[in-house]
């Protein structure tokens, strides 16, 4: 039995399952990661609430990992089930091993996600905890608990589906529990999504991004960007206060909408840095595969779209920096290297700057060269040139990672060596700059 499309569709209609609470004060929704994470997005939209995470891990017996014998939270909340540790016969010793491990990744996700932010202020406040659907209950137990421990005056746990004794198996962890379905049979969450795919780290990252940035007072919008005779799109962002700002460039193929140039923008902008994505070529000139290639042509662009920028009063006199992708890379140091650019830092990940050879020496900005532990061949065109720039510079290699960074947590990886470049070097007006290597 199919009941939502997806994790989005769900969360829209649990929200209408809340609308009691629209309008009550000091309301915040906490999504279960991962998955609880875009419905909980839903849910905080239609509230207009705060949106941040509460994360719990399954403690799953070691011989069976998916049979859960408790769960751990924030806080150091816990909870067992000691009937499945005695009927699995589970050790003291099996049982700190697992918790363990558990602890030790219930923080890495608590760190990756906020990405800096600061947890949300819980005490005296209505907490509405959300997850993609209810099985066992274990980790929704733990969420509530952690919750209270955190000072919530009130918890309403709400969940898309559940199985129809649920209420009577969680009676008393919250105040409230709101579920738009309870069908039967009940085997398990993901039968009653066409789609239920895996929640990634990085698309818990971007529902976080998306909600602050909703109730942030700075700027988010589409944009054009004037170049020559033509304007191209783009999508600027500046939060509260920003210390700087950074352009992206991206490589062939990509766009102002690539994923993972929206992952490294959103850290970028929870580091309180401004991001200005966009298109380097028309939809025509896209078809002519000798443009992706012509870096003096996105050159003259980016450094079109520095000027245009620098003229935004959102940004006025920001220290502004370069992040290259690819063949982007390229253009971002050809660029950085015109005599008056005044750019404040560049970073190339998975960067052609070799395609820049002869600006290289003439390159000014601090530069970060990112590239993937297993893109040999793009990692000795960085080391040569390396070798070329004359700037304070450094290279980062990322085990494990190919061109794209599509491995998991290769992204991320180059995304916190990214913003510590960039927050380094990028500050407000009169910072000052880093000195030339000699």
Known sequence: MTLFTDRADAGRRLAARLGHLRGTPHVVVLGIPRGGVPVAEEVARALDAPLDVIIVRKIGVPSQPELGMGAIGEQGTRFLNDEVIRLARVTEHDLARVESAERAELERRAHAFRAGRPRAELDGRTVVIVDD??????????????????????????????????????????????????????????????????????????????????????????????????????????????????VFVHGSGSSRHSPRNRFVAGLLQDAGLATLLFDLLTTDEEGVRANV???????????????????????????????????????????????????????????????????????????????????????????????????????????????????????????????????????????????RSS
């Open 133 to 246: 659907g209810i099985a066992t209950g274990s980790t929704a137990r733990v969420a509530c608990r952690a919750a209270r421990s955190l000072g919530a005056a009130r918890v309403v746990l709400a969940v898309p589906v559940a199985p129809p004794e649920w209420t009577t198996r969680l009676r008393g962890v919250a105040d409230e529990l709101v579920a738009v379905a309870t069908p039967e049979p009940f085997h398990a969450v993901g039968q009653f999504y066409a789609d239920f795919a895996q929640t990634t780290d990085e698309e818990v990252v971007d529902c976080l991004r998306r909600a602050a940035a909703r109730r942030s007072t700075g700027v988010d919008v589409d944009v054009e960007l004037p170049t020559g005779s033509i304007r191209l799109g783009g999508h600027l962002t500046v939060p509260d206060e920003a210390r700087g700002a950074v």
């Open 293 to 435: 290639f012509d870096i003096e042509l996105l050159a003259r662009r980016l450094v079109d779209v520095t000027a245009w920028l620098r003229r935004r009063p959102e940004v006025d006199d920001a220290s502004i920096g370069y992040f290259g992708a690819s063949t982007g890379a390229a253009a971002a140091l050809w660029a950085a290297a015109e005599p008056d650019a005044d750019i404040a830092a560049v970073v190339s990940r998975g960067g052609r700057p070799d395609l820049a050879a002869p600006r290289l020496s003439a390159v000014r900005a601090p530069t970060l060269l990112v590239v993937g532990g297993r893109d040999d061949a793009v990692l000795r065109l960085n080391r040569r040139a390396q070798s070329a720039l004359r700037c304070v510079n450094d290279l980062v290699v990322v085990p494990g990672a190919t061109h794209v960074f599509e491995e998991p947590g290769t992204l991320r990886a180059a995304a916190d060596v990214a913003r510590d470049w960039f927050t380094r070097y990028l500050g407000r007006p009169g910072i000052e700059r880093a000195p």
